[in-house]
Each structure stands twice: as C-alpha cells, then as structure tokens.
C-alpha cells in the first residue's frame, strides 16, 4: 500500500507539474484547426513536458522516496561505531570526490546491497543495508560506499533523468502518432479522437517503453563500469575487486526500480541482457583488473 500510495503522488505531481508548464507555453490541442490532422509541434511540445516531467520529478523526489519505499534510517548522531565509521568513510570519500557531504542510511534488509540517490551532487544520500553490513568486511564495505559516491560525483542521477527525459519524450511522441494511424486509418474517426486513439496511444507507449528501456539500460550498464572505477580510484582497487568476488557468492537484494539503476548490484532481468541495469560481476572484476592504477578517476 505504500508504494501504491507513493506511485499515485508522483504520478500526480508529474501531471500537476506538465499541465502547469503547458498552460505556460500555451498549447493546447495536439490536433491542428481542422480537428482531423496532428500539430506535430504541439504533439512534440506535449511529449517533452510530459516526458521530462516524469523524470525530473522523480528525481526530485528520489530522496524522500527512497526513505519511504526502503525504511532507510538516516544517521543523524551515530549511537556506534560502526554507525561512526560509515559516516566518516563517506564524508572522507566525498571530499576526496570534490562533492558535498551526502546523507548516509541504514536500511533493514537480509541481502546486501546500497544504493545512490538524491538531486545533485551536492544533494545526495547513500544507503547501505543491514546484510551488506554484515557479509562484508569494512575494507569491502568502503569499496561499496566509494562505488555509490562515485555514482554521485559522476552525476549518474542527473544524467540518467536526462536520458530517460528524452526517452520518455520519444515514446509519448511516437505512441500518439500510431493511435492516430489507428484512429483514422484503421478505425476511420473522421474526425477529433476516439477511444480507439487513447487505447491504441496506450498500447503503443507499453511497447515503446519496453523498446526505449534496451537503451536505458544500455546507459546504465556503462555507468557501472565508471563506478566500479570511482570505487576504485576512492577505496583501492583491490577493495573494489574484493566487494565485487564478495557480491558475486552472494544473492544481491532487490531494489526498487527508481533505486536499481544506483546500487552496487542488482538481480538479473528475467527479459534477458539486454534489459539488465548493471554487467554481469565478472565482467566488471574483469574490466577492473585490465585498468592500471592511474587511470582510477572520478569519470
């Protein structure tokens, strides 16, 4: 119920958000005068405020979500240390990084695994589960918190909402042009649109979407790389070689899907390869391994 609950308020306030920046710019229909022909222009227009609303939004909110959906506990005065020592492992990462100080949480899972999230660099927080803290030593654990601030120093967040803005913008886009094609074509409405249009536009946005996801994907596999190497360059490589054969024995958790993207690993998609958002462990031991220590950076 949760995450339902936390589904419909963003889902609200990206609407909310569009139908304001649309009123702004003044579109309205995405059909022209005549009522039978697209203004391609406006459609366009409609896609990108929709399609980057959806993603900016939800990196807006990608903090506070995560906290909800994981119970992650933030450290606000360590009771431990080890509470102690991850915030000042992260702190020390982070200046080495050239970032601001991110938030550091706790969350209750059995399985390891920790994830990145927040707005920007300087607006972050990195989380680590209870398993993780327990199956790794803390040389592994350092490598884990350097993959995640990597992630942050990159800029893999603002990136990523970026790329799945643009995405976004060409599945709405392309989707309403195939529920015209339907509408006029194959269900012959003279004239407005029908329900066929926003049936059909549906339909087509759910494959488009599985389609466009292959690039995502692709995106974020490429950033995982970088950030083993951040790790790397942040906790030593053969800490990050280490946490990595560590993860490889173990099962991964689950992560939502706005955090997947930004853990340390995840579980392989069950749609194949090309829909999985980090490589397979051994290929990243294995690009570690070919790179020498000083081409270790923040990318």
Not at 259 to 267: K, V
């Amino acid at each position: 119920m949760k995450r339902i609950g936390l589904f419909l308020l963003t889902n609200i306030a990206v609407i909310a958000v569009a139908s304001i920046v649309l009123s702004l710019l003044g579109v309205g229909s995405t059909l022209q005068a005549n009522g039978v022909d697209l203004a391609l222009g406006n459609l366009l227009i409609f896609a990108a405020v929709f399609g980057f609303a959806g993603s900016f939004v939800s990196l807006a909110l990608s903090k506070f979500m995560a906290k909800k959906m994981t119970g992650a506990q933030v450290i606000e005065n360590p009771r431990n240390a080890d509470e102690q020592w991850l915030v000042d492992t992260v702190r020390r990462q982070a200046e080495k990084a050239g970032i601001g100080m991110p938030e550091v949480a706790i969350y209750n899972a059995p399985d390891p695994n920790a994830f990145a999230t927040g707005m920007s660099k300087n607006n972050a927080l990195v989380a680590v589960s209870t398993g993780l803290l327990r199956n790794m030593t803390r040389n592994e654990v350092e490598a884990v918190l350097g993959h995640e601030v990597a992630h942050i120093a990159n800029g893999d967040m603002i990136t990523m909402a970026l790329v799945q803005g643009v995405v976004n913008t060409f599945v709405i886009f392309f989707a309403r042009i195939a529920g015209h094609f339907v509408d006029r074509i194959i269900l012959k409405n003279e004239s407005g649109h029908g329900i066929g249009y926003y049936v059909a536009s549906f339909i087509f946005e759910i494959i488009f979407g599985i389609l466009a996801s292959v690039i995502t994907m692709w995106f974020s596999r490429r950033r995982e790389f970088h950030a083993d190497n951040g790790g790397a360059y942040l906790a030593g490589k053969e800490n990050m070689i280490a946490a990595l054969r560590r993860l490889q024995m173990m099962q991964p958790g689950e992560l939502p899907d706005q955090m997947a993207a930004f853990g340390i690993s995840n579980r392989p998609s069950k749609l194949g390869a090309l829909f999985m958002s980090h490589p397979p462990i051994e290929d990243r031991i294995a690009a570690l391994e070919a790179t020498r220590q000083e081409e270790l950076k923040i990318a």
